[in-house]
């Protein structure tokens, strides 16, 4: 195990997907840059997604849709 599997989370990234009518959401912890990078890269389209991150001088929160297409 390597070190960035121990560190704390700096983030959470909820992601919400419509199923029918209501959306169903998600919560993934992410504990480093590349977590929420690839948590972010490969969110379907349509996909709501809102970023928690936390740091030493607060934290800061940012939501977004998901609709580029994936490259194959």
Same mark, same amino acid.
């Given at each position: /195990?390597d070190s960035?599997?121990? $560190?704390?989370? &700096?983030?959470?990234?909820?992601? #919400? =997907? =419509?199923? @029918?009518?209501? &959306?169903?959401? #998600?919560?993934?912890?992410?504990?480093? %840059?590349?977590?929420l990078y690839? %948590?972010?890269?490969? $969110?379907a389209p @349509?996909?709501? /997604?809102?970023? %928690?991150?936390? @740091?030493?001088? @607060?934290?800061? =929160?940012?939501? &977004?849709? #998901?609709? /580029?297409? =994936?490259?194959?």
């Amino acid at each position: /195990m390597d070190s960035d599997d121990q $560190a704390e989370p &700096f983030g959470v990234v909820l992601v #919400s =997907r =419509r199923e @029918g009518r209501e &959306f169903v959401d #998600s919560e993934h912890k992410v504990r480093t %840059l590349q977590e929420l990078y690839d %948590l972010c890269r490969h $969110a379907a389209p @349509g996909q709501l /997604m809102k970023v %928690l991150l936390r @740091g030493p001088q @607060g934290e800061i =929160r940012l939501d &977004f849709d #998901s609709y /580029m297409p =994936r490259r194959p």
